[in-house]
């Protein structure tokens, strides 16, 4: 018997040969392999960004550089992908991969803090995929809103996060309520539109309507 998550990937264009590679070595060189987007979340990422065809987006929290390749798929052509990782020991495997899956020239790299760096752009986004430490997720989308242009769109991933969103959370659990304060900043947020997609650990999708 199939569970619900196999069937799923079994009915979703499987990965190209490049996120097979990455899968692999990130498997063999990380700690936490799960981290990244995977088949089903990747290609979802994708088709928004193809959606959006932006000009320009924004990551916070590029790990491997699974969701990186993906979402600069949809690029206008000429558009660049921002990426920011705050773990510099990501920095040369991210060169070495973003040059195999021939996406350097799409690709801004950032090694650094993403609350912090988001805050230095001189130039708005047409779409964003905040994915870094769950705990400055209201910070990250402070920062990041400002930085959307009106009618862009802001991804969020892990608003779920593993279900504890809806459980008894403990006093000392401040990822679960990093999120949760982020989800209830979003829903009552009267510039934007969203909907909590409960795909895999839940992707909050935002779009901004005004300033
Ligand atoms: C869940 S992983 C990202 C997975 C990736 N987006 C993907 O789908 O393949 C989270 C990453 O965020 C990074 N990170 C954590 N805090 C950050 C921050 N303040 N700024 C930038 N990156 C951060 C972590 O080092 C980690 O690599």
């Known amino acids: ?9 079994n009915h979703t264009t499987k990965e190209d040969e490049v996120l097979v590679w990455l899968r692999r070595k990130t498997n063999l060189t990380t700690t936490m392999p799960r981290q990244l987007s995977g088949q089903v979340q990747g290609k979802l990422l994708e088709f928004f960004s193809r959606m959006i065809a932006p000009e320009n987006i ?3 929290g590029t790990f491997t550089g699974y969701s990186a390749y993906c979402l600069s798929k949809g690029l206008k052509p000429g558009g660049k992908l921002h990426t920011i990782e705050i773990k510099d020991e990501l920095e040369d ?12 020239d799409k690709v801004v790299l950032h090694i650094g803090d993403g609350a912090e760096i988001v805050k230095e ?5 047409d779409m964003a995929f905040i994915d870094g430490d769950k ?15 009106v009618g862009g769109y802001i991804l969020i991933d892990n608003v779920l996060w593993y279900d504890k969103v809806v459980s008894q959370v403990k006093e ?22 969203n909907v909590l997609l409960p795909l895999r650990d839940g992707i909050m999708v935002v779009r901004k309507i005004s300033d």
């Open 121 to 125: 752009f001189g130039f708005k986004f």
């Open 58 to 60: 924004l990551e916070i």
């Open 1 to 9: 018997m199939l569970t619900l998550e196999e069937y799923v990937e």
């Open 93 to 104: 495997h991210l060169k070495d991969f973003f040059s195999r899956a021939g996406i350097s």
């Open 135 to 149: 705990r400055q997720y209201p910070l990250y989308y402070e920062n990041v809103f400002d930085k959307i242009n």
């Open 172 to 193: 000392n659990d401040t990822y679960t309520k990093g999120i949760m304060a982020l989800n209830d900043i979003v829903e009552n947020d009267k510039r934007v539109e």
